[in-house]
C-alpha cells in the first residue's frame, strides 16, 4: 500500500465532483425506493415533462414532515422500473429551490425509509463511501462504452462505474481508509501482492477438488523460487515448512485484522508472517477476489475481508471452506454429463481449493456465524482465460448495464459491433445465460446467484457465445428436500416454500438484472422494451417445448404467471445493515412488498 500525501489522497473530493455523485446516487435512491415502494411519488400538475425530450412525467416526494419536495422527471417501465432523469432532480423548500444534499436526503426521509437511529448513522457512513467512490470514478479520463465493449478482461472490470444495480449503497466498504480504497478498491486498479502466512497444520484445514495435492498446488501457484523462500523464512525461525500450510492473505486483513486481533497466533508460531508473493494481482467487483494479471491462467484468489460492504461482513468461514471444493466437484459433474446445459456452452469456474485457520479460542467463545471466525480462510478459483476459444473475449456480465458519461450503454455497443438484429443477439444471449438457469431449476431444483458480477461472458465479434458461473458453493442451493447428495454436498440444501421458489429467477434475473437491461436498451434506442421481454418470453418458450417431460413442473412453477411477488433488497440494507440474510434460511428474512406484473405473460404460449 502506497501512501500519497493527507492533501493528495483526498484530491478527488472536489465541489463539482461531490455534487455530481450526489445527484447520482439521489437520482438512484428516488428510483429504487420507489421501485420498492417506500417512497410513493405524486405526479405533478402539467402533463409529460420535454425536459431533455424525455417524454417521461413529472413527480414529487416530500419529506417525512412534508417541509422537503424533490421533484423529477421519470419513465415508468415494465416491472414498475423508474427511468429518472438525474438533471431533472430539484429540491424545494419554503417556496424555494435549495442544493441537492446526499446525506439530508435519508436523513429528511429517514423515516419512510424505517431507518431507526442505530442504522441511520452507520447507513450515512456507507452512504458517504459510496459518494467518495463516485467522486473518484468522476477522475478517470472518459472511456467510451464501445471503446470499453472491445477492451480486455481486466480493463472491463475495473472499469464498472455503478456497482450493484439494485442497492443504493453500494460501495460503503467500512473499514477502508482513503489510501486502502486507492489500493485496493477495483476501480482503482492498483496492483496488488497478496500476503502469505503459515499456519500450523494442526490449526488449519486445507481441502482440495478431485486430482489436487496441497504441495503440487501450492507449487503451482507460488512458484519454486518463492517457496523455497518462505521455507528458508521458516527454517531461519528453527521452523518446518512441513509442519505448516500457506494461506494467501488480503494486505488490509494482515495490517488491520490479524496482526492485532491474532496477535497470540503470531506469537506463539502457529501463525508466521512471510511477507507478499511476487505475483501481482487484481481486485475484481467483488473486493476480496484476485485476479492474477502476472500469469492469468492461474486461479483467483478469494481472501476473507473484514469489511462491511452491501450488507455483510465479507469474511470467509474456516468451517465453510472445507466442503467448497466437493461442492464444486459436484456441480461440475451435473454441467458435463447434462445434454441441455452442454448445448448452452455453460461452464463453471471451479473453487478448486480452500483452507481455514481455526482460532480455538474464539471458536469457543463465539456463536456460529460470528465475524471472529470468518477472518483467515481462503479459497482457490479457476481462472477462465484458459478456456477461451480463438476470437473469443471475456466480460463480466455487470458491464451489459454499464452506461458512459454520454449515456451510450456497453450492451448497446456489443449489438452493433455484433450487426445482428437486436432480438437475434439477446437470442443468443439468453440462450446462453437463461436458458441453463430455467434448466437447473426445473430439472434439478438447483439455482444460482447469478447477478451480473457472477456470471462471466464470452464474447466474440460481439456476440455472446457461452456463460461462466462463478462464486458456487456460497451461492448454489438445491431447493428439493428428496434430492440424493453426496454428504459432502449436504450443505447446499435448503428449505424453501414452494410458493418462493421461482422467485430465485424473477427477483435475481427478470427484477435485479433484466429490470435495468431492458431499459437500458430501450433509453439508449437500442430495441423497445416490447422486442425486450417478448424475446425473453420466447426463451422461456422455447426451453419448454423442448423439455415436454418436465411439462407437470412448468405447470407448478409457472414463468408465465400473471404477478410475482416484490422481493426488495434495499429493505433488507435499511433493516440490517450488518447481517442482511441468513445463509442457512434465505427464504427467511425477505422482504415481500405486493406483487410485480410479470412482463412475459402476455406473450405466454397458447
Avoid at 477438488?209 to 521455507?231: I, K, S, T
Avoid at 452491501?310 to 466442503?323: C, K, N
Avoid at 438457469?437 to 451480473?452: C, K, N, T
Amino acid at each position: 500500500m502506497n501512501r500519497e500525501s493527507p492533501t493528495g489522497a483526498v484530491s478527488h473530493l472536489s465541489p463539482e465532483r461531490w455534487a455530481h455523485a450526489s445527484r447520482l446516487l439521489v437520482r438512484k435512491a428516488l428510483a429504487e425506493f420507489s421501485h420498492e415502494r417506500l417512497l410513493t411519488p405524486e405526479p405533478l400538475d402539467g402533463g409529460p415533462s420535454q425536459a431533455s425530450g424525455s417524454g417521461g412525467d413529472r413527480y414529487a416526494v416530500r419529506s417525512d414532515d412534508g417541509a422537503t419536495e424533490y421533484r423529477f422527471t421519470a419513465r415508468r417501465h415494465a416491472l414498475d422500473h423508474w427511468q429518472v432523469l438525474p438533471e431533472s432532480i430539484t429540491r424545494h423548500r419554503d417556496g424555494a429551490e435549495i442544493p441537492l444534499d446526499a446525506l439530508e436526503f435519508f436523513i429528511e426521509l429517514r423515516g419512510a425509509l424505517g431507518l431507526s437511529p442505530e442504522i441511520l448513522p452507520v447507513y450515512l457512513e456507507e452512504i458517504s463511501s459510496t459518494l467518495s467512490g463516485t467522486a473518484y470514478k468522476l477522475t478517470k479520463a472518459p472511456v467510451t462504452a464501445a471503446a470499453l465493449a472491445r477492451a480486455d478482461f481486466q480493463a472491463v472490470e475495473t472499469g464498472m462505474t455503478e456497482g450493484h444495480p439494485c442497492f443504493v449503497a453500494n460501495n460503503g466498504r467500512l473499514g477502508f481508509g482513503i489510501d486502502e480504497y486507492r489500493s485496493y478498491a477495483p476501480e482503482a486498479a492498483s496492483p496488488v501482492r497478496l500476503i502469505w502466512l503459515a499456519a500450523r497444520r494442526d490449526h488449519a484445514t486445507f481441502t482440495a477438488g478431485a486430482g489436487l495435492e496441497y504441495e503440487d498446488f501450492v507449487r503451482a501457484e507460488l512458484g519454486d523460487a518463492v517457496l523455497d523462500r518462505f521455507a528458508a523464512t521458516l527454517s531461519g525461525l528453527g521452523l518446518d515448512l512441513a509442519d505448516y500450510y500457506l494461506i494467501p492473505v488480503h494486505p488490509w486483513q494482515w495490517w488491520n485484522k490479524l496482526s492485532v486481533t491474532f496477535a497470540a497466533e503470531v506469537a506463539q508460531q502457529r501463525l508466521v508472517c512471510l511477507g507478499a508473493g511476487d505475483d501481482s494481482y487484481l481486485a475484481q467487483q467483488s473486493i476480496r477476489t484476485f485476479f492474477n494479471t502476472s500469469d492469468p491462467a492461474k486461479h483467483y484468489v478469494k481472501t476473507a475481508l473484514s469489511v462491511i460492504n452491501m450488507g455483510f461482513m465479507r469474511g470467509l468461514s474456516a468451517a465453510y471452506m472445507e466442503a467448497t471444493p466437493a461442492i464444486n466437484d459436484w456441480l461440475a459433474g451435473l454441467v458435463e454429463n447434462d445434454e441441455t446445459l452442454r448445448a448452452t456452452g455453460l461452464t463453471i469456474i471451479r473453487e478448486r481449493a480452500a483452507i481455514g485457520y481455526h482460532h480455538r479460542q474464539y471458536e469457543a467463545a463465539t456463536a456460529k456465524g460470528s465475524p471472529y471466525l470468518k477472518m483467515l480462510a481462503a479459497l482457490w478459483r479457476e481462472s477462465p482465460v484458459p478456456s477461451l476459444a480463438p476470437g473469443e473475449r471475456l466480460a463480466t456480465m455487470a458491464s451489459l448495464l454499464h452506461t458512459d458519461h454520454e449515456g451510450a450503454s456497453l450492451a448497446g455497443a456489443l449489438i452493433a459491433e455484433s450487426g445482428l438484429e437486436p432480438a437475434e443477439w439477446l437470442r443468443r444471449y439468453l440462450h446462453a445465460y437463461l436458458t441453463p438457469l430455467l434448466h437447473s431449476f426445473y430439472a434439478y431444483d438447483l439455482v444460482y446467484m447469478p447477478h451480473g458480477e457472477n456470471v462471466i461472458l464470452a464474447v466474440e465479434d460481439g456476440v455472446v457465445t457461452r456463460a461462466v458461473f462463478k462464486d458456487i458453493a456460497e451461492e448454489i442451493c438445491v431447493m428439493d428436500p428428496d434430492a440424493v447428495l453426496p454428504p459432502a454436498v449436504e450443505r447446499v440444501r435448503a428449505e424453501v416454500p414452494d410458493d418462493m421458489k421461482l422467485l430465485s429467477i424473477f427477483t435475481d434475473v427478470f427484477d435485479c438484472f433484466f429490470r435495468f437491461l431492458g431499459a437500458t436498451l430501450a433509453t439508449d434506442g437500442v430495441v423497445d422494451e416490447d422486442t425486450f421481454w417478448r424475446t425473453v418470453a420466447e426463451c422461456v418458450a422455447g426451453y419448454q417445448e423442448a423439455h415436454p417431460q418436465l411439462a407437470d413442473k412448468f405447470k407448478q412453477y409457472d414463468m408465465f404467471a400473471p404477478q410475482f411477488a416484490l422481493s426488495c433488497l434495499n429493505r433488507l440494507q435499511l433493516r440490517n445493515n450488518k447481517q442482511m440474510v441468513d445463509l442457512q434460511d434465505p427464504s427467511g428474512a425477505l422482504q415481500l412488498v405486493g406483487t410485480l406484473d410479470n412482463p412475459i405473460a402476455r406473450y405466454a404460449p397458447a
